[in-house]
């Protein structure tokens, strides 16, 4: 069993910072990919932010170099630092990981967070 948890979301004024984390739990061989993805209302999914497990981050446009991604391998955990945030940020930020979990066996296997509220209102 694989599981991936979130935290840190909430409620923040125009310009406040969060921080969430997400950290994978269960039996795997490898966390390879870890992605931030979030989805607005009547919006569907889209990229936030993809890390590989050495590193070098890629953001998605709208970013504008606000947000930044980073991973603790030893604690199998990837953090999203959100600073400066705007009313258009508002939406359910979901972790994402592709995992090898078995050695043997090449093909990634894909799992998601429950998901995270967060809401930018003053």
């Known amino acids: 069993q694989v599981q991936l948890v979130e935290s840190g979301g909430g409620l923040v004024q125009p310009g406040g910072s969060l921080r969430l984390s997400c950290t994978a739990s269960?039996?795997?061989?490898?966390?390879?990919?870890m992605g931030w993805y979030r989805q607005a209302p009547g919006k569907q999914r889209e990229l936030v932010a993809i890390?590989?497990?050495?590193?070098?981050?890629i953001y998605g446009d709208f970013v504008k170099g606000r947000f930044t991604s980073s991973r603790d391998n030893a604690k199998n955990t990837t953090y999203l630092q959100m600073n400066n945030l705007k009313p258009e940020d508002t939406a359910v930020y979901y972790c994402?990981?592709?995992?090898?979990?078995?050695?043997?066996?090449?093909?990634?296997?894909?799992?998601w967070g429950q998901g995270t509220q967060v809401t930018v209102s003053s």
């Open positions: 890390i590989p497990r050495g590193g070098g981050a």
């Open positions: 269960g039996s795997f061989f490898s966390i390879n990919i």
């Open positions: 994402n990981a592709r995992m090898t979990v078995y050695r043997t066996d090449r093909n990634d296997y894909i799992y």
